[in-house]
């Protein structure tokens, strides 16, 4: 058996062939997906992911939608098999799960719909997809907010459960989650969507199956995954040994104390080991980051740094460890709240990058700055119904050793786009006077923080209200080797005006008068470089250009 | 009375010229580089050998098309024109905030693209829209005034005006447009209104101001290649085929360059239409391989699918196109091992200098070319006809090397790129069909460029596809393509309604509007009305949602009316194609229309033609051992394609070569010589 080699072991090239069916599958859910949604965040800005599984629940593909979205993923598979045994999941079953700490999510919105892919009576792959819902219940509407002090007034809680059993839509389960969200309607139409690409994804790898055969399948993935996971190895081999340490801060409700995120990198013996002790215990705010979204921020920068076209997924991330002791805002314990997760997990991937980038000389991004996250809500006089709007609005990015930071996209754990003014203003009762580019944002320096951005929303409904989420309004991101701190973000009321008001980073329901004006000004990336090295034919075009 | 037709497609390297006389139904074509930096030398070169060629006289030429690259490549390189853009007060920064997405998900060293209009070339005026077209802010006149002034001062020599919810109403815009050229005559203006009349202000900004920076280009090489057909004698005016498969007077393409970008590819869509109207097959994808990229598109009945968006070196660009799919993969894509050990093809290539390692010019790298050359299916003797000396050991020896580094013998490394590069190749007709939700083993493949012919027998195979076609001179299809194409033309404009009867004026307005947008374009192409189809399609989906799916509108009269009929019509339509597309219906919810299409075409016979490729009795058959999958090495019959005779059965396997493609029979197959000289191939046994 060891010399002869396996009839059916796959080679390289059936791998290869099986692998691109596969990623091509994934892509194919997250088209469906996009293609049907009903709510702006997911059909405008595509705030979703779609994943393939093998049979153990790894990770084999996911599409490239958000970067966050992968430890969810990572995390439903086993959630299930914990709770049912293979004999209880049947053929035409989906589940649906968003709880953080029972089903495997990062937090309350993000509702995962899982499916497995049955070939003669037994499970051998699951498709699963992630979609940002825009309301599922909770004190805020919108349902991610910092200021929730705990998981319970974040929305309703799912572990896995059924959300079609036998094909059959569960209307058990489906008029749960419809009666706890502000919008069902919009619910209703996104969940829709989620089982069609599911079945997409289905369909899919029976058909791959067939072609192949269930052996040659299995073993093609498999093979994959070791591809996947000598790539990383590679990259891991090629660093200098040693320990690096970073940390930052994220905001917290008390004002005169900061929460610290702390790393120490471990590289030795081909394997790197992430250790977040230091870090400050968890918060009763939602900034708290659970640890599927701490493990999707890891590997997404390692990914980044070392390996950008790597594969994403479960092999690749074999060579790395992480811990961080429980109880800590990386390592939350129920019912801590985690809603925005991802506002923090914008300075955790800092973090994490300014320590990875140690081992790394002449790689690396100078620290970043967070979108910005608002949630509108009211009555739409147009039409009278009530309306709840997610929007994030994005921050600006570090600068490289080589160039500028890039200006006024989201952090690198996320990828969701803006949600367009034209679309805006079809749906909610909103004039947006300026979208630009905040000037001044980006840290100085020989390469500039890219900046963040500036939207002046005019109101234009009765009594409506928003809640509020930022980041690095307090502590700017810092600059490298001489570059400037990106701007501190803000939210502010009538600006200019003589009532003019800044809110603060964490705002929960505050009214917003008709004919007022609401800005969410974005935090900028910080720069690189002293700023007296900045090349003088980028200088003139600053100034050219008014930047 | 003679009578010519030519047809001249530019391609990256090459420029092919077909001419057909139409009473001697006869034609001859003409091959030469093409002049990247002055595409019109080349053709107006090319021209002039094909007239003597033919013995023809220019004036004697009463039909011209073409297809040019020069938009793409003018965006690709960078040689568009200093371009300024005047908007809505607080939107300057629209282009470059783009859709806040980072340029690459996960490489962060990936720089955001530079916009064809710089922010010290946009300037802002007041004035504002609602999402109705409603005025809240009327425009400042004095303000455009100072602002074309302004761009006049900084040498742009193109401005895009671009407003807020213009697609809504477009007053602002056309007075704006209209102010700029009376302060300033020979400036190229246009406006986002008149270019994408849809919502979302980056797409429409960015189509709109790509746009304007083509304007000056192609004005200029409309200018210098109209001239020089003058000089031949030529006098009809040259039509350019447009992205969207229909070709267009020398003035509509001066307005809307950005509507040329697939010009280029899109000749052999509409030959491969021609092709299978001769053959009576409507369904077929076509599959043109050359040496960089391959192009496939989908034709379902007789007609090539269509789509509204594509992406132009960074920015979005919402026109209607050919569904084309484009992939970076062709003959002289490079094989290579990733650090894991995985083999894989392309994207870069070894182009045409220093080419494959056949080629003995230099090159390395083992290529797909080189692959087929060790697997016997390409000669190892002379190409192109015995005028190009190769180097089949070199071949051997780049994918030799190769194999070693993944520890994989030569004949399976080279098996192992043929069976990447097939997949490929299958990942983009998967891309047209599949995810459009259509079943491509109800289609044939339609095989043409250099080496499609080589590759379509395995993608079929791939694809589960049982029947590909071959036609006579797969080389110079997109060429015959543009001598088969239509004058036509789309207009849009969006109609954000739900599809009740209450909608109905809105609706009919919309139709009306685009009717009279329909005849002035018709007026201007010089276009009978008799002479022209109008057809209409409606972009629709259920309320709530942000994709739509595209619907024929059916009316009797030339404007629909919107009746209570034509609406359910259109809503039992929607939810066909919804179920069909995405898997599931929802019959009881009310479902909008976005935008209201209509498309004018003037159809145009078939330019016919027979080219002799001779009858070949006298060329022997020679064998030679050829790899193929099933059998491995299997000695095969090799011979040449003007030895084939009309009607003749050809059992697998075989090589067919001819000047400009070689042809591969698998073992299994069996090809059929048609009476015009196509070939149709049937794989047998793979189909499922």
């Known amino acids: 058996m060891t010399d002869a080699p396996d009839p059916i072991t796959p080679d390289l090239i059936t791998t290869e062939v099986v692998s691109r069916h596969v990623l091509a599958a994934a892509a194919e859910m997250g088209i469906v997906l996009m293609r049907t949604a009903f709510s702006p965040n997911i059909k405008e800005r595509n705030d979703c992911s779609t994943a393939v599984f093998n049979a153990r629940g790894d990770v084999v593909a996911q599409a490239e939608h958000i970067a966050i979205h992968l430890g969810s993923m990572i995390g439903a598979i086993e959630n299930i098999t914990a709770r049912f045994e293979p004999a209880e999941i049947g053929l035409g079953d989906m589940f649906v799960a968003n709880d953080p700490y029972n089903g495997g999510g990062s937090h309350l919105p993000d509702l995962n719909v899982v499916a497995p892919v049955f070939h003669d009576g037994r499970i051998v792959a699951y498709v699963a997809n992630i979609a940002h819902h825009a309301d599922v219940g909770g004190m805020v509407p919108g349902s991610e907010a910092a200021v929730c002090e705990t998981i319970f007034q974040?929305?309703?809680?799912?572990?896995?459960?059924?959300?079609?059993?036998?094909?059959?839509?569960?209307?058990?389960?489906?008029?749960?989650?419809?009666?706890?969200?502000?919008?069902?309607?919009?619910?209703?139409?996104d969940l829709n969507a989620q089982i069609a690409a599911n079945h997409v994804g289905v369909r899919s790898m029976q058909q791959l199956i067939e072609r192949y055969g269930l052996d040659v399948f299995e073993r093609a993935l498999d093979a994959y995954l070791d591809f996947s996971a000598r790539r990383m190895e590679a990259a891991v081999a090629a660093l200098p040994e040693g320990v690096f340490k970073a940390e930052d801060f994220i905001s917290s409700a008390n004002e005169n104390a900061e929460a610290r995120l702390s790393c120490t990198l471990t590289?030795?013996?081909?394997?790197?080991?992430?250790?977040?002790?230091?870090?400050?215990?968890?918060?009763?705010?939602?900034?708290?980051?659970?640890?599927?979204?701490?493990?999707?921020?890891?590997?997404?920068?390692?990914?980044?740094?070392?390996?950008?076209?790597?594969?994403?997924?479960?092999?690749?991330?074999?060579?790395?460890?992480?811990?961080?002791?429980?109880?800590?805002?990386?390592?939350?314990?129920?019912?801590?709240?985690?809603?925005?997760?991802?506002?923090?997990?914008?300075?955790?991937?800092?973090v994490v990058l300014a320590a990875l980038s140690q081992a790394l000389p002449d790689k690396g991004m100078a620290r970043c700055g967070p979108h910005g996250l608002l949630l509108l809500s009211g009555v739409d006089p147009r039409n009278g119904k009530y309306f709840v709007n997610y929007e994030t609005v994005s921050g600006g990015l570090g600068a490289l050793p080589n160039r500028d930071g890039l200006d006024a996209v989201r952090t690198i754990t996320s990828g969701s786009a803006n949600l367009p003014v034209e679309a805006l203003e079809h749906d909610f009762p909103v004039r947006v006077e300026r979208y630009a580019l905040r000037d001044g944002s980006g840290g100085e320096g020989r390469h500039r923080g890219g900046r963040g951005v500036l939207r002046d929303y005019r109101i234009l409904g009765e009594s409506m209200t928003v809640s509020l989420t930022g980041e690095r309004q307090r502590v700017a991101a810092r600059g490298v080797a001489g570059g400037g701190d990106g701007a501190l973000g803000e939210f502010v009321i009538n600006p200019g005006k003589p009532d003019e008001k800044t809110l603060g980073a964490a705002v929960k329901e505050a009214p917003l008068p008709k004919g007022s004006v609401l800005r969410v000004g974005t935090p900028g990336g910080a720069g690189w470089g002293k700023p007296s090295d900045r090349d003088p034919t980028l200088v003139d075009k600053d100034i050219r250009e008014e930047r | 009375?003679?009578?010519?037709?030519?047809?001249?497609?530019?391609?990256?390297?090459?420029?092919?010229?077909?001419?057909?006389?139409?009473?001697?139904?006869?034609?001859?074509?003409?091959?030469?580089?093409?002049?990247?930096?002055?595409?019109?030398?080349?053709?107006?070169?090319?021209?002039?050998?094909?007239?003597?060629?033919?013995?023809?006289?220019?004036?004697?030429?009463?039909?011209?098309?073409?297809?040019?690259?020069?938009?793409?490549?003018?965006?690709?390189?960078?040689?568009?024109?200093?371009?300024?853009?005047?908007?809505?007060?607080?939107?300057?920064?629209?282009?470059?905030?783009?859709?806040?997405?980072?340029?690459?998900?996960?490489?962060?060293?990936?720089?955001?693209?530079?916009?064809?209009?710089?922010?010290?070339?946009?300037?802002?005026?007041?004035?504002?829209?609602?999402?109705?077209?409603?005025?809240?802010?009327?425009?400042?006149?004095?303000?455009?005034?100072?602002?074309?002034?302004?761009?006049?001062?900084?040498?742009?020599?193109?401005?895009?005006?671009?407003?807020?919810?213009?697609?809504?109403?477009?007053?602002?815009?056309?007075?704006?447009?209209?102010?700029?050229?009376?302060?300033?005559?020979?400036?190229?203006?246009?406006?986002?209104?008149?270019?994408l009349r849809e919502f979302r202000e980056f797409e429409r900004f960015a189509t709109t101001t790509v746009n304007a920076s083509l304007l000056p280009v192609m004005d200029e090489y409309l200018r210098r290649f109209e001239a020089g057909l003058a000089e031949l004698g030529v006098s009809v005016p040259p039509l350019v085929m447009q992205s969207n498969g229909g070709a267009v007077s020398p003035a509509t393409v001066r307005a809307a360059p950005v509507n040329t970008f697939f010009s280029g590819p899109a000749g052999g869509v509409i030959a491969t239409v021609a092709l299978g109207k001769s053959l009576a097959m409507e369904n077929l994808v076509s599959f043109d391989m050359g040496g960089t990229s391959t192009d496939v598109c989908l034709v379902k009945d007789g007609a090539p699918a269509k789509r509204n968006v594509r992406d132009m070196a960074g920015f979005p660009v919402r026109i209607p196109t050919l569904d084309l799919h484009t992939i970076g993969a062709g003959g002289g894509s490079i094989a290579w091992a990733d650090p894991g050990g995985l083999l894989k093809v392309g994207p870069h290539s070894a182009g045409?200098?220093?080419?494959?390692?056949?080629?003995?010019?230099?090159?390395?790298?083992?290529?797909?070319?080189?692959?087929?050359?060790?697997?016997?299916?390409?000669?190892?003797?002379?190409?192109?006809?015995?005028?190009?000396?190769?180097?089949?050991?070199?071949?051997?020896?780049?994918?030799a090397r190769l194999g070693e580094k993944i520890e994989l013998d030569p004949i399976a490394t080279a098996a192992g790129i043929i069976e990447i590069v097939n997949v490929n190749m299958m990942g983009a007709v998967r891309a047209v069909s599949i995810e459009k939700g259509e079943d491509p083993r109800h289609y044939a493949l339609a095989a043409f460029g250099g080496a499609g012919p080589l590759h379509a027998a395995g993608v079929a195979a791939e694809m589960g596809m049982d029947t590909v076609v071959i036609p006579t001179r797969p080389g110079i299809l997109s060429a015959l393509g543009l001598l088969d194409a239509d004058v036509r033309g789309d207009f849009s404009i969006t109609r954000l309604v739900a599809l009740t009867l209450e909608n109905t004026a809105a609706l009919r307005d919309g139709a009306v509007d685009l009717m009279a947008r329909g005849a002035a374009w018709r007026v201007a192409e010089r276009l009978n009305e008799d002479s022209v189809e109008i057809s209409w399609t409606a972009d629709l989906r259920y309320i709530g949602q942000a994709f739509e799916l595209m619907a024929p509108i059916l009316t009797l009269s030339g404007t629909p009316d919107f009746d209570e009929a034509t609406l359910a019509a259109l809503r039992a339509e929607f939810h066909r194609q919804h179920a069909s597309i995405n898997g599931y219906a929802m019959e009881g919810h009310a479902v909008e229309m976005v935008n209201l299409r209509l498309s004018v075409a003037a159809i145009r016979p078939?330019?016919?033609?027979?080219?002799?490729?001779?009858?070949?009795?006298?060329?022997?058959?020679?064998?030679?051992?050829?790899?193929?999958?099933?059998?491995?090495?299997?000695?095969?019959?090799?011979?040449?394609?003007?030895?084939?005779?009309?009607?003749?059965?050809?059992?697998?396997?075989?090589?067919?070569?001819?000047?400009?493609?070689?042809?591969?029979?698998?073992?299994a197959a069996t090809a059929i010589v048609q009476p015009s000289g196509d070939l149709t191939l049937h794989l047998g046994g793979t189909q499922t």
């Open chain 1, 267 to 350: 590289i030795a013996g081909g394997r790197m080991s992430f250790d977040f002790t230091g870090t400050d215990p968890q918060l009763n705010e939602a900034r708290n980051i659970p640890h599927q979204a701490l493990l999707a921020t890891v590997y997404t920068v390692a990914k980044a740094l070392l390996d950008p076209d790597a594969p994403a997924n479960g092999g690749a991330f074999r060579v790395i460890d992480i811990t961080a002791p429980p109880g800590c805002i990386v390592q939350p314990t129920s019912p801590a709240p985690v809603g925005a997760r991802s506002l923090s997990c914008g300075v955790l991937s800092d």
């Open chain 2, 352 to 399: 045409a200098t220093p080419g494959p390692a056949l080629y003995g010019l230099g090159g390395e790298d083992a290529t797909v070319t080189d692959a087929n050359v060790v697997l016997g299916r390409l000669s190892g003797g002379a190409l192109i006809g015995g005028t190009m000396t190769v180097y089949p050991e070199k071949s051997y020896e780049a994918v």
């Open chain 2, 606 to 667: 078939s330019a016919g033609g027979v080219e002799i490729l001779g009858d070949g009795a006298d060329v022997e058959e020679t064998i030679r051992p050829v790899w193929f999958p099933e059998t491995g090495f299997v000695e095969t019959p090799v011979r040449d394609r003007a030895s084939l005779t009309p009607g003749q059965r050809i059992a697998g396997p075989m090589i067919v070569e001819q000047m400009d493609t070689t042809l591969v029979i698998p073992p």
């Open chain 1, 154 to 189: 974040e929305g309703l809680r799912l572990p896995p459960v059924r959300l079609v059993r036998d094909g059959a839509v569960n209307r058990d389960v489906l008029d749960i989650i419809l009666l706890n969200s502000r919008t069902p309607d919009e619910r209703r139409g």
């Open chain 2, 1 to 195: 009375m003679t009578d010519y037709w030519i047809g001249v497609d530019t391609g990256g390297t090459f420029t092919d010229l077909v001419l057909v006389d139409r009473d001697a139904n006869h034609r001859v074509s003409f091959k030469l580089p093409t002049t990247p930096d002055d595409p019109a030398l080349g053709i107006l070169s090319g021209v002039r050998s094909l007239l003597d060629l033919a013995e023809a006289d220019g004036v004697d030429v009463s039909f011209l098309g073409h297809g040019t690259t020069l938009g793409t490549n003018a965006i690709l390189t960078g040689r568009t024109a200093p371009t300024g853009m005047i908007t809505t007060q607080g939107f300057r920064d629209i282009l470059e905030l783009g859709r806040q997405r980072r340029p690459s998900f996960y490489d962060i060293e990936v720089a955001k693209p530079t916009p064809p209009a710089t922010r010290d070339h946009i300037i802002e005026v007041a004035e504002r829209l609602d999402e109705c077209g409603g005025v809240v802010m009327p425009l400042d006149e004095d303000g455009v005034r100072d602002a074309a002034r302004q761009l006049q001062a900084d040498g742009v020599t193109a401005v895009a005006i671009c407003f807020m919810h213009a697609y809504a109403n477009p007053d602002h815009e056309v007075r704006a447009a209209a102010i700029v050229r009376e302060v300033w005559p020979d400036a190229f203006v246009c406006a986002s209104s008149d270019i």
